[in-house]
């Protein structure tokens, strides 16, 4: 379901938001906000908050940074190996996060 609702979304990105570019109040895009919160969150709680998040997304809220908050359970497996950054979780209160995608490297900078 997942993958699934992620195609629809990159989809709507490459093909039909040419038509309302610059349309979106909030950074991270609407779209964008909504890959994180299916990548972070479950199938369920990504739908809401992504609804709740297109909800607010008009003249009546001030839009601004809105980066979505997930609820992480910690983990002692640590493996300590080298690993490539996909998203940097940033503390708010207990056990939730704000998600920051981490900058894109080039295979050059791997090193």
């Not at 950074?27 to 990548?39: D, L, M, N």
């Amino acid at each position: 379901m997942k993958s699934i609702a992620k195609y629809i979304i990159r989809f709507y990105q490459k093909y039909l938001s040419v038509f309302s570019y610059g349309s979106c109040r909030y950074y991270p895009t609407c779209s964008q906000y909504a890959i994180w919160q299916f990548e972070n969150n479950t199938f369920f709680k990504a739908i809401y908050f992504t609804i709740t998040r297109i909800l607010k997304c008009n003249q009546l809220f001030e839009g601004g940074f809105d980066y979505p908050v997930v609820k992480l359970i910690k983990h002692n497996n640590i493996n300590y190996k080298k690993i490539k950054i996909k998203y940097w979780y940033i503390p708010v209160n207990n056990n939730r996060y704000l998600v920051v995608k981490n900058r894109e490297w080039n295979n050059n900078n791997d090193e």
